[in-house]
């Protein structure tokens, strides 16, 4: 299916941060691999003027979602450390994007970029009506990002080739995967996008 951009498209690139890296503090296998296909896809949208949104994980230290404190995760992107910086060789461009934040405070998660965010706002305000995502992780917050904007009535594209995911119990990746497609994101990939 050939997909072409049009001015009410956006693009979301989802937790792109070192610690889901390898090597990080909960890492996304081969989550670095992607950020070839990444910035492909990003420099595409600004040579088209489209909006690209970075969703980051900014938790406080003492974060709910953390072992010791109720949650099933190692401590990971914790506010202003190393960790909850965006990847070096991720491409920001300088103009036409927007940095939103989640699970920002102690007692509450957000495996969605639009939980607790202004992302629909951003969004909405621009006439953004298509969603086009990729990141990590395919089974937590690139899937809860792709079903919160189809339930907040967005179209939902999944870059199939610019996503990996946990996998914690294995076919998780594949059931995030037929979920988001059962509640009607199209998957694709770059080959397909004008
Ligand atoms: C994520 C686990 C915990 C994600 C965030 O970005 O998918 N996963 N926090
Ligand atoms: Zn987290």
Request: glycine share 10%; hydrophobic share 40%.
């Amino acid at each position: 299916m050939r997909i072409k951009l049009t001015d009410r498209d956006a693009l979301i690139v989802v937790d792109m941060q070192n610690d889901f890296m390898p090597g990080g503090a909960l890492p996304v296998p081969d989550a670095d691999k992607i950020i070839p296909r990444l910035n492909e896809y990003i420099k595409l949208f600004e040579s088209k003027g489209l909006p690209v949104f970075f969703t980051r994980d900014w938790h406080p230290p003492d974060h709910i979602s953390f072992k010791g404190h109720g949650g099933i995760w190692p401590p990971h992107c914790v506010q202003d450390t190393p960790g909850a910086q965006f990847h070096p060789e991720l491409y920001i461009p300088p103009d036409n994007k927007f940095i939103i934040s989640k699970g920002t405070s102690r007692d509450f998660d957000a495996y969605s970029g639009f939980q607790g965010t202004i992302l629909d706002d951003l969004l909405k305000e621009r006439g953004v009506r298509r969603i086009f995502v990729g990141g990590v992780a395919t089974d937590y917050c690139v899937k809860n990002t792709v079903l919160g904007g189809l339930s907040l009535g967005y179209e939902a594209f999944v870059l199939g080739d610019a996503i990996k995911g946990v996998d914690l119990k294995p076919g998780d990746v594949e059931r995030a995967i037929d979920q988001m497609l059962t509640k009607g994101a199209v998957l694709t990939e770059i080959s397909e996008i004008r």
